[in-house]
């Protein structure tokens, strides 16, 4: 099947649809005026703040105890969270040669429509438009809405509702803020980068004075303890690589990057040396002042840190975490809007969703459809199960697609590629991927079957709204064609 080229359109004169060339038509002249497309805002430090602000969320603050478990001691934990940071890079590395050489924004569905075509393409979107953008997005806002609370409810239980009422008001405030402008997305991003690296430094450097003190006696005999199954390690490695996710959310945005073949590389390379760093000096910290034992048994690590080592002070802590949780929502949103945005022009989602508005020049439509979705999420069911139904998804296509990368470079040798790495880092992240999708199966083949029959509905769905030409004309009118 051939797909028609979505034909340019203006609704009301504030919307026009984002083709590469499209161009606001002239009222008094007939003359086209300036082409109404993304603007390429995204300089290399808001590139930087897109990647760390939206890879350091909660987990590290809260509950870093999953790798501890699977592990067994301390030293193995340690290198654990060094060698995902090592293993994630790989990963970063792969998609930054894909973003030189592919300059279109959509990350994951792009690079999946370019190795393997529309199919597998659109079952990737329609994955993440229904389920695990909104269940994701629900999950950090509920962190976000409990930690912001946190300083008024210190002596009892906080209400699940004012919870789902303040968080609500975030998912709500960060639409908003996508949909207006570009710029101050990308500002409040930076701003909010810089409050989740000072709410690290705020553990890192009381840590590193607790071991300049000679508080060395939780790394004593580090390898010592439970030994590690042969089922518990790569658990351990999926616990890190989902901390560490979010590395490829830059590429989603790539025709808004300024000289892409320079800083999608050097954004990506700065930001996951920062978050690895970062990560494991934490995690130094934390064992200088509290055990091993004593941090699989805590609810929220950072808390029981800085109640020990800073008093009072302490209550700054939460609103560190609830910062750091705004800040992933708003990377979050703003990255994954540009997929939907990108598979509506290619036509693989109604066309509304292609529309730029014409002043704001923002995926408007793109960003705004996300909302109700959420909201329905934040309100219903248990979100983390349906994010353990659906995270072995992510790691499946992220997998296809640095497979992809291989492919491509036999399908298409002469394709240019202003940053190439060696091929041995796409297999071994590949086969990363790939070996731990297959483990999930074997480990939990209840929740992961739930989550493989999901997906696969995107195969039924692909020939029913793309394929199938004859569809009565309201099913055209609701698809907007």
């Not at 026009?16 to 590469?20: E, F, K």
């Given at each position: 099947m051939v797909r028609k080229a979505?034909?340019?359109t203006v609704s009301n004169g504030s919307y026009?649809?984002?083709?590469?060339n499209s161009r606001l038509p002239s009222m008094d002249s007939?003359?086209?005026?300036?082409?109404?497309?993304l603007k390429k805002k995204v300089t290399l430090l808001r590139g930087i703040s897109i990647i760390i602000g939206t890879i350091i969320g909660a987990g590290i603050f809260i509950s870093p105890k999953g790798i501890l478990k699977n592990t067994g001691s301390v030293g193995m934990s340690l290198t654990v969270w060094t060698a995902c940071g090592i293993l994630s890079l790989f990963g970063a590395l792969c998609y930054a040669e894909l973003g030189t050489c592919i300059k279109k924004s959509g990350g994951h569905y792009?690079?999946?429509?370019?190795?393997f075509g529309p199919l597998p393409a659109?079952?990737?979107v329609w994955v993440e438009l229904l389920v695990i953008r909104p269940a994701a997005t629900a999950v950090i806002s509920l962190a976000f809405g409990r930690y912001i609370l946190e300083p008024f409810f210190m002596q009892c239980e906080i209400p699940e509702l004012a919870i789902k009422l303040i968080t609500a008001v975030g998912i709500t405030l960060v639409m908003v803020l996508n949909s207006t402008s570009v710029s101050w997305s990308a500002?409040?991003?930076i701003f909010l980068t810089f409050c989740?690296?000072?709410?690290?430094l705020i553990i890192i450097v009381p840590g590193v004075i607790q071991l300049i003190k000679g508080e060395?006696?939780?790394f004593k005999n580090a390898f010592a303890g439970n030994d590690a199954s042969i089922m518990g390690l790569p658990l351990a490695f999926y616990s890190g690589m989902y901390a560490y996710s979010g590395w490829f959310y830059l590429n989603f945005v790539t025709e808004e990057v300024e000289n892409p073949e320079k800083n999608i590389p050097l954004a990506i390379c700065i930001s996951m040396i920062i978050v690895t760093v970062g990560y494991v000096l934490t995690n130094v910290a934390y064992f200088t002042t509290i055990s091993a034992g004593e941090l699989l048994l805590s609810k929220a690590v950072a808390v029981t840190f800085a109640e020990r080592l800073m008093g009072s002070f302490s209550l700054a802590v939460p609103v560190f975490v609830a910062l750091s949780c705004f800040g992933s929502m708003n990377g979050g949103i703003f990255a994954v809007s540009r997929m939907f945005f990108v598979a509506s022009r290619e036509g693989h989602l109604p066309e509304i969703l292609s529309m730029i508005h014409v002043r704001k020049h923002t995926p408007l439509p793109a960003v705004i459809v996300l909302h109700p979705l959420t909201m329905i999420m934040l309100f219903s069911g248990d979100l983390y199960s349906l994010l353990n139904f659906l995270s072995f998804a992510r790691w499946l296509f992220i997998g296809l697609v640095v497979a992809g990368l291989i492919y491509l470079r036999y399908k298409r040798p002469d394709m240019p590629r202003p940053f190439k790495v060696p091929l041995f880092i796409p297999a071994l992240f590949s086969f990363t991927c790939l070996f731990m999708v297959a483990l999930s199966l074997y480990s939990d083949p209840v929740n992961t079957g739930i989550g493989f029959t999901i997906t696969l509905t995107g195969v039924p769905a692909y020939y029913l709204f793309i394929v199938w030409d004859k569809k009565p004309k309201w099913f055209r009118k609701l698809l907007g064609k």
């Open positions: 979505a034909v340019m026009l649809q984002g083709q590469p007939g003359q086209p005026q300036e082409k109404v497309v792009t690079y999946i429509l370019e190795a659109f079952v990737r500002r409040i991003q989740k690296l000072v709410a690290i060395t006696q939780h």
